[in-house]
């Protein structure tokens, strides 16, 4: 089972958050509210959507590439461990 098909429940509720705070972008336009305020949204939706890849990522490696918790002092593991901690690092 690929592990999106195993989180899908958990990942469809962040693309709901994120389609809210899209349409509240939306909104927030339509009602020419302050840039200051927009500004604030579309930074949380873009945290939002790299916190989205980077989960999406570090699934990706932990299941179709190395699973660094099997066999953690392997070359495979490391390497793959510290890929998804850099992955994280230039999501933040």
């Known amino acids: 089972m ?12 962040r693309v709901r ?4 705070q ?7 336009l339509e009602e020419e509210r302050d ?9 949380a939706c873009r945290g939002a959507i790299h916190g989205l ?3 999406l990522i570090e699934g990706h490696i932990r299941f ?13 593991a490391i390497a793959a461990q510290k890929l998804v901690d850099v992955v994280k ?4």
């Open 53 to 55: 890849m980077g989960e």
């Open 89 to 92: 690092t230039y999501l933040k």
């Open 64 to 76: 179709h590439v190395v699973d660094p918790d099997k066999r953690p002092t392997s070359k495979q």
């Open 17 to 20: 958050r994120i389609r809210g």
């Open 2 to 13: 690929a592990h999106t098909i195993r989180d899908k429940e958990k990942l469809i509720n």
């Open 22 to 28: 899209v349409d509240a972008i939306h909104k927030s």
């Open 35 to 43: 840039c200051d305020e927009i500004l604030q949204i579309v930074a």
